[in-house]
């Protein structure tokens, strides 16, 4: 990726100056911000989430079940993150079994054939790179398990390290016999151990026999306790950032690689012992123990309601299903988890819904036909999305469907959609900083009277696994500019959302937020995120900079998607929005500049200010600077009271920040 020197930005200024050339970064700047005018709406909707498996968002991420392969499908050749532990002499085996299958989703089992009595041989999982162990941890776990011996004694199942060292918490099952039984049991750590992914899992059954295994599962106390449920970190960075909506299945995720693994919800309903799983489109295996249910309760644990992604008749290998009686099936399909959503329960699918434990209806306001139908090279986007749109505004009227083309973006543009119009485009964007900046004002002179615009994947993609500083930036300046116009961005979610920083665990660089197995934590880019927002009005000011610095393009970014390619661009960014209610206004700066800039401000159309606010600021002191696993909260914003606001004031802003003012006023 063309990585743009600050540095030699910092350098041209400084011989502009030297050769007294007139920069703007000269004159003063100022921002009026025009209270006096009546401004526009903020979207409500617009900050939010997307989600997709990939770069293992759910399995070894979000989703907490800490066994890896736990149903021994990852691999039809060998039981994967599964290993025996045993002496040299002993001549105990394991081997994957399809003769056993349990019901029509659990298909796959291990056999493991103990040729010793004894503790001295196991079955180990490796988990997802090792099982996170914390001090007075209770973690609940379960398998099915039968054997071939009449009586075949006590199965000791353990959390220990991983040289079998030390044992970390232990727990005996008892029953099993020559019939398929589910078997729970606790496993707690006690308050001294010193938490560690040095780990792994092993059951060691004590009598010697054949015994076959499957859907071995451990977990550990999940977010608000839910059964099957989430991390409790993860979930809690994402309540922070106050999200409106989740953004679901995906992604290509949604389509599949073709049409057999493609996203069908049906096949993520029920108890986890129902799920056959699906092979992803990352290059894994799902389990699916992130069912369709299980993204409609991570909306309500986070109090954002879903955005639902439905399949809409193409795949990612472009195998496709024109128009027509052959795409009915899947349209039936979409309409049929429309109402798995939203159905009350004297609906077929809200009584299913109802029978998996949720009766309650959830709330669904946007439904997104496919993804990225631009890829779709045949053109057969128009048509599907016709049917589909016609389907679902004849029994949901009230839904805003969304299209996945027909917009300015590129992929917009290769099919633009004339036979019916969507309520709401989705367009993705994933760029360098750069292109984010010089493009902040893309939105600013958009057809206002076509359909409202989902910025439905975006990112500033510089660093990795997840972004640096610079790429906050870009994203900063870019939602200065969503923000701006969120009268017809109604909504916006960046992507991708999550990965696994071990090794092995990214599929996509520059995601918002990293863990490993034991914690996780916010990139720059996350924080920015976080700011914009929960500092977020109901209406947008209007502003007129003056004198606003610029910064000076090095190179063209023939890498971008966009057509962007300005030499020269601002490094100063803004966006104010006010709450119609209080009067509070929050003032959104970005200085991507090389520069601290002092700024007048000009709040016109009020009576009164008060003069005590608050500040938040992030700032770095290189663009390159990050947050990691083990630097987790290098970059954060700071929160601060201030005592100078007044209607016009002045404030300095930091080099490479950004940074939020929240003033009181009224009108
Ligand atoms: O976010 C990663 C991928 O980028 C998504 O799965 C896809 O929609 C896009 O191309």
Redesign the pocket.
């Known amino acids: 990726m063309l990585k743009p020197s600050r540095n030699y930005q910092y350098a041209i200024l400084v011989c502009c100056m030297f050769f007294g050339m007139r920069t703007s970064a000269q004159e003063s700047t100022k921002l009026t911000v025009r209270l006096d005018q009546p401004g526009h709406v903020s979207s409500p909707m617009l900050y939010g989430l997307m989600t ?1 498996e ?1 770069n293992y968002s759910y399995d070894g991420g979000i989703y907490a079940e800490l066994i890896r392969n736990r149903s021994f499908k990852d691999n039809n050749k060998n039981p994967d993150y599964w290993s025996l532990i045993k002496s040299v002499a002993d001549s105990s085996a394991i081997a994957l079994d399809s003769k056993h299958p349990v019901n029509e989703a659990l298909t796959e089992c291990l056999r493991f054939n103990l040729a010793t009595d004894g503790k001295n041989t196991g079955l180990a999982n490796d988990g997802f790179w090792g099982i996170p162990v914390f001090p007075s941890t209770s973690y609940q776990g379960s398998f099915y398990a039968m054997t071939d011996g009449s009586n075949a004694g006590a199965i000791t199942v353990e959390i220990e390290s991983t040289d079998g060292k030390s044992m970390l918490a232990t727990a005996n099952v008892t029953g099993v016999s020559g019939v398929w039984k589910k078997f729970t049991f606790n496993l707690t750590t006690a308050a001294a151990v010193t938490p560690t992914a040095d780990t792994r899992f092993v059951i060691r059954p004590l009598a010697k026999g054949t015994y076959w295994f499957t859907l071995v599962s451990l977990f550990p106390p999940t977010y608000q306790n839910t059964a099957n449920g989430n991390r409790r970190d993860i979930m809690q960075l994402l309540a922070s950032m106050s999200p409106k909506f989740l953004r679901l299945p ?4 949604l389509e599949g690689n073709m049409f057999s693994t493609r996203y069908n919800w049906k096949k993520t309903l029920g108890p986890i012992d129902e799920r056959p799983g699906h092979q992803g489109t990352w290059g894994y295996r799902s389990s699916d123990g992130m069912g369709l249910l299980e993204y409609l309760e991570w909306c309500e644990d986070l109090n954002m309601e879903p955005l639902l992604a439905v399949f809409a008749g193409y795949t990612l290998n472009r195998d496709y299903v024109e128009a027509g009686p052959f795409l009915k099936p899947y349209v039936d399909e979409a309409l049929e988890e429309i109402e798995y959503v939203t159905g009350d329960t004297t609906t077929k699918y809200g009584k299913e819904r109802a029978r998996d434990g949720h009766p309650a209806p959830f709330p669904l306001h946007y439904v997104e036909v496919g ?2 139908d631009g890829f779709d090279m045949s053109g057969s986007y128009e048509g599907r999305f016709t049917q589909f749109y016609d389907a679902i505004r004849s029994k949901y009227p009230n839904l805003h469907i969304i299209s996945t083309t027909g917009g300015k973006d590129f992929l917009g543009q290769r099919f633009p959609l004339t036979k019916r119009i969507p309520d709401v485009m989705d367009e ?1 964007y ?1 760029r360098n900083a750069f292109d984010m900046e010089s493009d902040a004002d893309h939105y600013d002179n958009y057809d206002r009277n076509g359909p409202k615009i989902f910025v439905g ?1 975006w990112a500033t993609r510089e660093g990795k696994p997840t972004p640096n500083f610079n790429s906050a930036l870009g994203d900063g300046a870019w939602m200065t500019g969503m923000e701006r116009n969120s009268d017809i961005v109604v909504m916006e979610c960046s ?2 959302l999550f990965v696994n920083v071990n090794p092995g665990g990214m599929q ?1 660089e520059s995601d918002l937020i990293g863990y490993n197995t034991l914690t996780s934590y916010g990139s720059p880019s996350y924080y920015a995120q976080q700011m914009f927002s929960n500092y977020h009005g109901d209406n947008v000011v209007s502003m007129i900079g003056e004198g606003i610095p610029v910064q000076v393009q090095k190179l063209n970014h023939k890498d971008s998607l966009s057509k962007v390619t300005p030499k020269t661009y601002p490094s100063l960014f803004y966006v104010t929005t006010r709450d119609t209610k209080t009067g509070r206004l929050y003032i959104k700066v970005v200085n991507a500049g090389v520069a601290a800039k002092e700024v007048i401000f000009d709040l016109k159309g009020i009576s009164s200010v008060k003069s005590n606010g608050t500040v938040v600021v992030m700032k770095a002191e290189k663009p390159e600077d990050t947050n990691s696993i083990t630097e987790p909260e290098k970059i954060t914003p700071a929160v601060s009271t201030y005592k100078g606001f007044k209607k016009t004031f002045t404030f300095s802003f930091p080099k490479y920040s950004i940074t939020v003012l929240q003033i009181d006023t009224q009108k």
């Not at 995906?250 to 995720?253: F, L, S």
């Open positions: 997709e990939i995906g992604g290509n995720y993804n990225e993705h994933y994947e992507a991708p996509w």
